[in-house]
């Protein structure tokens, strides 16, 4: 009965640490203003809803609309100099490529543009055109002042879909490594 009791505990410990690692109001604030954050998506909600729930209804215990996106790695990195994109793709393509390795929405780009408007009611909308991609329209990141963030990708051969996330600040790669 006592390790019941302690694991429960430390699931409720890792729950709520997981719900407070959210950015606070100045920290987002400072994110966006420098144009530096990335945005870490959890949820992929595809816009294709009605053909992702036949398939998603053949799944036990599969609940359609809404994907679950497990792990860290699906990101949108932002720089003042870049962005680069690494997420999936749910939904209906209008053009295929041949390329294997094509599939989701994966870029880097060099040559974009980036709008920042400040919302009435708190947070901000990011608009992000690239203009050296072949797909992607255009990139709209609605965060609120607790890092909270819907990014919604318009495309040229896609429908479109919308991520749920947060943002947070980059990880810069340690240079611990001994010189030679």
């Known amino acids: 009965m006592k390790t019941l009791k302690n694991t429960l505990l430390l699931v409720i410990m890792f ?3 997981q719900v407070s690692a959210q950015t606070d109001k100045e920290t987002t604030t400072k994110l966006v203003e420098a144009q530096t954050l990335v945005f870490n998506a959890t949820t992929a909600l595809p816009m294709a809803n009605m053909d992702i729930n036949k398939v998603m209804q053949r799944f036990p215990g599969a609940q359609g609309g809404a994907i679950q996106l497990n792990g860290s790695q699906y990101q949108l990195k932002i720089a003042k100099d870049s962005v680069e994109a690494y997420l999936p ?3 209906r393509a209008y053009s295929v490529n041949i390329s294997s390795n094509d599939s989701g929405i ?3 780009s060099k040559d974009f543009t980036y709008k920042t408007e400040k919302k009435k009611k708190g947070g901000w909308i990011i608009t992000i055109r690239p203009k050296d991609t072949k797909d992607v329209q255009s990139l709209t990141l609605s965060v609120g002042e607790k890092g909270y963030a819907v990014l919604n990708v318009n495309s040229n051969y896609r429908q479109a879909i919308a991520f ?14 001994p010189a030679k």
């Open 164 to 177: 749920n996330g947060f943002i947070s600040e980059p990880v810069t790669p340690s240079n611990s490594a």
């Open 15 to 17: 729950v709520a640490v």
């Open 89 to 91: 793709y749910y939904g």
């Open 106 to 108: 994966k870029f880097k």
